[in-house]
């Protein structure tokens, strides 16, 4: 009995020994983290699933990054490039094509309207200023026979020289350009007509405007900024921007923009500072366009940014990178951000240089990190 009692107690001890516990690896003893462990959490592409997101990468180097204000702005066109068409008469207005409308090319020069008024009761101005000037110029030469045999005054000829050039002036303004349509109404510059004030068959007095004609060459940024940052003002140097139809952010340094001004107070009845730049327009910008603006100042060395394309949002405000770690093998990131210049957002914590983060095609891959559209596997040696 003492035998099996010592063998027992043996067996006990060897199980102790061996760590017997629950959920013991008989195949792992010492607790060596497994394969499966390893690899938990890895997100395996293949060159064509990669290569059909259109994936890109960026290797994290910190780098020069500059301050910004994000606010809001508005695209108008530059000074000097936009300009109105006014009625020459009164009368209606006839378009000399019926392809004239907004977007329509013009050129310098070219007839966009005619305004008659022969159907109305008072007659066609252009007429009756061509009656008035001969009636005028034949009473001028009558009075210069009649000043020089001193039969009227010099003051009485003076003031019928004096009518006499204003009915010049009146029917030399509309004589030129006279057609079947009325007066003609021509485009003082080439570009495009950007908006119509009056429609074909309306009545329109003299100095009324008909079209506002764009060379479009030019535009300018108005952002509003708030008050409280006046005194950064002095600081900023660009801007990049981004409007509501177009994904890309753009920035004023490729565009040849350049600073105008800013405001010295705020605009009345606003806590807003105007700040105004100009830019060639090389895109396809809208005038009157709406933006948010992000106003670049100071520089900031050894930043950790990237393009904001690479990070994603998920519940409760968490942001997200994926890491490329091997060939085909991609990793989920937390980070922490900072300041966005609308083109790259700093990195404030998360990431390390050499890092290699997926700036393109990111949508694709946390989409395979989260569903079958595009496999998921676990890596196997």
């Not at 499966?36 to 990054?65: C, D, N, S, W």
């Not at 045999?149 to 004589?175: C, N």
Request: aromatic content about 6%.
């Amino acid at each position: 009995m003492r035998h099996s009692i010592f063998l027992s107690v043996m067996a006990l001890c060897g199980m102790l020994a061996g760590g017997c516990h629950p959920g013991h690896d008989e195949n792992n003893p010492h607790g060596e983290e497994t394969d499966k462990e390893k690899h938990a959490g890895e997100i395996v592409l293949t060159h064509e699933q990669a290569e059909a997101a259109g994936l890109k990468t960026e290797t994290v180097r910190p780098a020069e990054f500059r301050f910004a204000i994000k606010t809001g702005g508005q695209i108008v066109a530059a000074q000097g490039d936009e300009r109105t068409i006014a009625a020459t008469a009164s009368g209606i207005v006839t378009f000399a094509t019926a392809r004239v409308a907004e977007g329509t090319a013009v050129r310098a020069g070219e007839t966009v309207a005619g305004i008659s008024a022969k159907t109305l009761q008072d007659g066609d101005p252009s007429v009756k200023a061509k009656a008035a000037y001969e009636a005028a110029k034949r009473e001028k030469e009558r009075a210069e026979h009649l000043v020089g045999d001193k039969i009227i005054s010099e003051r009485e000829y003076e003031q019928i020289r004096l009518a006499y050039e204003t009915a010049e002036a009146t029917y030399r303004g509309t004589a030129g350009h006279i057609t079947a349509n009325g007066v003609s109404v021509t485009s003082p510059i080439s570009g495009y007509i950007k908006s119509l004030s009056a429609g074909n068959g309306e009545y329109v007095s003299v100095g009324q405007p008909i079209a506002v004609v764009t060379q479009n060459r030019r535009l300018t940024l108005k952002a509003d900024v708030p008050e409280k940052y006046f005194a950064c003002l002095h600081d900023i140097t660009g801007a990049n921007f981004k409007l509501s139809y177009d994904e890309v952010a753009h920035s004023l340094e490729t565009l040849n923009g350049r600073l105008l001004s800013y405001g010295k107070t705020a605009t009345a009845n606003s806590a807003f500072i105007p700040v105004i730049f100009e830019f060639d327009n090389v895109g396809s910008f809208v005038s009157g366009s709406y933006a948010d603006v992000y106003l670049l100042s100071k520089v900031r060395d050894n930043i950790i940014s990237v393009p904001l394309s690479a990070v994603t949002e998920e519940g409760q405000g968490l942001k997200y990178v994926y890491i490329q770690t091997g060939k085909d093998v991609f990793r989920k990131q937390e980070v922490s951000v900072g300041m966005s210049d609308g083109r790259r957002i700093e990195i404030t914590k998360g990431l390390k240089p050499g890092d290699k983060v997926v700036t393109a095609g990111t949508y694709s891959v946390k989409m395979a990190a989260a569903s079958t559209s595009i496999p998921l596997h676990s890596h196997n040696h």
